[in-house]
């Protein structure tokens, strides 16, 4: 991000790249990053065979770290360190192996150093297509710092003023 693009939505962007770049985690279950704008997020993830429970349905927990890393990007969108103080999920139906999740976060509410997130969990394509199978709330936590440090000091440099004026 340069100066001279400074929107919130270039913002955004630039620290989901920062974030990506270092969340091992989720590239690691074979997430990806499908939008970003401020204060919201959508990522997706293909149920493997590796995920799948007892019940041969997809583990809880998967879909879980699907919603929570969906918070975290939404929740990290403005370049300050965010984190979860809480969250929840509620599960409405099963995800199958070979099921396409995709989570979207939208903020519901940011002031001071708090906010709350929404997250839902559905099947965009695979066995189980058109279902939602989770709602997440989150709860975030501004802490110290910015995701990508010293971006919130760059100023752009201001044009020199008109000649003949002070």
């Not at 918070?71 to 409405?92: E, H, K, P, Q, W």
């Not at 976060?105 to 001071?112: D, P, Q, T």
């Amino acid at each position: 991000m340069t100066p001279s693009d400074s929107s919130p939505q270039a913002l955004a962007e630039a620290v989901a790249q920062a974030m990506w770049s270092r969340d091992h985690a989720s590239q690691g279950l074979g997430m990806a990053i499908a939008a970003i704008a401020p204060g919201a997020a959508t990522l997706t993830m293909t149920v493997r065979q590796d995920m799948a429970n007892g019940h041969g349905i997809c583990h809880g927990g998967f879909m879980f770290t699907l919603a929570d890393s969906t918070f975290a990007f939404a929740c990290n969108s403005y370049n300050r360190n965010t984190v979860a103080s809480a969250c929840g999920i509620d599960f409405l139906a099963p995800a199958r192996v070979g099921d396409v999740l995709q989570a979207h976060a939208v903020e519901r509410s940011r002031s001071g150093r708090t906010g709350v997130y929404d997250i839902t969990v559905s099947v965009i394509a695979g066995p189980s297509a058109g279902k939602t199978v989770a709602l997440f709330r989150g709860k975030s936590y501004r802490i110290d710092g910015e995701v990508i440090a010293g971006l919130a000091h760059a100023t752009p440099v201001a044009p020199p003023a008109p000649s003949g004026t002070q």
